[in-house]
């Protein structure tokens, strides 16, 4: 087993967002003051009237110079174009739509820039509607729907189509951090790289999606061509994928989560909904899943599954999808059930090498819920 990369990068992102901005670069913003809630009442100003060369603001344009007090001022300005927006250290209470263009949002100083609450669209932090995006070194907190939410979930970002990527970033207390239901093409793709993802899923039954397992999931993604993700840390925040092809190497996944607390509602009793799988491919997918780890801390009546494919729908080809290489176990001092993969393709799943830990079934075939 070789060197786990997502050490380091996990002892980076500690260090890096872990450390706060100093209170007077923070600037903490009301929500009153930012606007209501949408791209159109945030006060769009032409770059004209913001000026160029004003690095001293919050949101500056690499490319041009042009600084902006609003996120979606900066968006504006790009437009069609492609452009990088550096963003200052701060706690922002705003949001912004990127309707178009090739847009990266890279934080001036790593784990310096937070968004937290804010939505567009009534769902996102940050609502991708562009050609590609690209998040670096950003905080997203704190986007809870409530629990008569009729709407659905709503998250950090929500990626509706193009090329996304999002490296050294964090996402945490949420109901998700990323949303794509409605993402397709042949040529859309997700990287995730050194980022760390936490306490994400719904803490509470949506009324949109009462008894599908993924609708917990901190990560949901519609079917996608491509997504990649390396050296990643996943602390409660499960991930559902529906990708033709998927790269999936050296990630920590870590499930601390008490299965009965992931539905609480009485209409919805917690008993009828375990903790979903920490990984999922429920519409199947070719690739390789390798070098990865998984850990569960708790200890668990019911047997939990660590990852899922084509349980919903046998939709992507699964012959060709290698899983090997991989670690999982029960912390110290916890003990359980667990089963490894659960397959419902019927594809021959190529299912390799894997050092399980006691109480841990390396396989087990399953019917798909869906032909």
Same mark, same amino acid.
């Given at each position: 087993?070789?060197?786990?990369?997502?050490?380091?990068?996990?002892?980076?992102?500690?260090? #890096?967002?872990?450390?706060?901005?100093? /209170?007077?670069?923070?600037?903490? !913003?009301?929500?009153?003051?930012?606007? +209501?809630?949408?791209?159109?009442?945030?006060?769009? !100003?032409?770059?004209?009237?913001?000026?160029? !060369?004003?690095?001293? +603001?919050?949101?500056?344009?690499?490319?041009?110079?042009?600084?902006?007090?609003?996120?979606?001022?900066?968006?504006?300005?790009?437009?069609?174009?492609?452009?990088?927006?550096?963003?200052?250290?701060?706690?922002?209470?705003?949001? /912004?739509?990127?309707?178009?263009?090739?847009?990266?949002?890279?934080?001036?100083?790593?784990?310096?820039?937070?968004?937290?609450?804010?939505?567009?669209?009534?769902?996102?932090?940050?609502?991708?509607?562009?050609?590609?995006?690209?998040?670096?070194?950003?905080?997203?907190?704190?986007?809870? =729907?409530?629990?008569?939410?009729?709407?659905?979930?709503?998250?950090?970002?929500?990626?509706?189509?193009?090329? %996304?990527?999002?490296?050294? =970033?964090?996402?945490?207390?949420?109901?998700? #951090?990323?949303?794509?239901?409605?993402?397709?093409?042949?040529?859309?793709?997700?990287?995730?790289?050194?980022?760390?993802? =936490?306490? %994400?899923?719904?803490?509470?039954? &949506?009324?949109?999606?009462?008894?599908?397992?993924?609708?917990?999931?901190?990560?949901?993604?519609?079917?996608?061509? +491509?997504?990649? &993700?390396?050296?990643?840390?996943?602390?409660?925040?499960?991930?559902?994928?529906?990708?033709?092809?998927?790269? &999936?190497?050296?990630?920590?996944?870590?499930?601390?989560?008490?299965?009965?607390?992931?539905?609480?509602?009485?209409?919805?009793?917690?008993?009828?909904?375990?903790?979903?799988?920490?990984? /999922?491919?429920?519409?199947?997918?070719?690739?390789?899943?390798?070098? !990865?780890?998984?850990?569960?801390?708790?200890?668990?009546?019911?047997?939990?599954?660590?990852?899922?494919?084509?349980?919903?729908?046998?939709?992507?080809?699964?012959?060709? %999808?290698?899983? +090997?290489?991989?670690?999982?176990?029960?912390?110290?001092?916890?003990?359980?059930? #667990?089963?490894?993969?659960?397959?419902?393709?019927?594809?021959?799943? &190529?299912?390799?090498?894997?050092?399980?830990?006691?109480?841990?079934?390396?396989?087990?075939?399953?019917?798909?819920?869906?032909?």
């Amino acid at each position: 087993m070789r060197n786990r990369l997502w050490m380091l990068c996990g002892l980076y992102l500690a260090g #890096a967002f872990l450390s706060p901005a100093p /209170a007077a670069a923070q600037g903490k !913003n009301s929500a009153a003051a930012q606007g +209501k809630n949408s791209a159109a009442a945030q006060g769009k !100003n032409s770059a004209a009237a913001q000026g160029k !060369n004003n690095t001293t +603001k919050a949101f500056v344009i690499v490319e041009s110079g042009q600084g902006f007090d609003q996120l979606q001022q900066a968006v504006d300005a790009i437009g069609a174009a492609r452009g990088t927006i550096r963003i200052a250290n701060g706690l922002y209470q705003q949001c /912004a739509v990127q309707a178009a263009g090739r847009i990266s949002y890279v934080a001036a100083q790593a784990g310096g820039a937070i968004f937290e609450q804010i939505l567009c669209d009534h769902k996102a932090g940050l609502v991708l509607r562009g050609e590609a995006a690209r998040i670096d070194g950003v905080i997203f907190q704190g986007y809870r =729907s409530p629990t008569d939410n009729i709407s659905g979930r709503i998250s950090a970002l929500s990626w509706d189509g193009g090329t %996304l990527s999002i490296v050294n =970033s964090l996402f945490r207390s949420s109901d998700a #951090a990323l949303l794509g239901h409605h993402v397709a093409g042949t040529d859309t793709q997700l990287t995730i790289s050194q980022s760390s993802f =936490s306490q %994400l899923g719904a803490l509470a039954p &949506m009324p949109s999606c009462p008894t599908d397992q993924t609708c917990v999931a901190g990560v949901d993604i519609g079917p996608i061509a +491509k997504f990649r &993700m390396t050296t990643s840390h996943f602390a409660d925040a499960p991930v559902a994928v529906r990708a033709l092809q998927v790269d &999936m190497e050296d990630n920590l996944f870590e499930d601390q989560m008490d299965e009965q607390a992931v539905r609480s509602d009485a209409d919805f009793p917690a008993q009828a909904h375990p903790a979903p799988p920490l990984f /999922a491919m429920p519409f199947g997918g070719v690739g390789r899943i390798q070098y !990865n780890e998984f850990r569960l801390h708790r200890s668990i009546a019911s047997a939990a599954v660590l990852i899922a494919v084509a349980l919903d729908e046998r939709r992507h080809p699964t012959r060709g %999808l290698v899983v +090997k290489d991989n670690q999982a176990a029960f912390a110290a001092g916890t003990a359980g059930q #667990a089963i490894f993969l659960v397959d419902g393709s019927g594809d021959g799943v &190529m299912v390799g090498d894997n050092h399980l830990g006691a109480g841990l079934t390396t396989y087990q075939r399953q019917v798909a819920q869906r032909p």
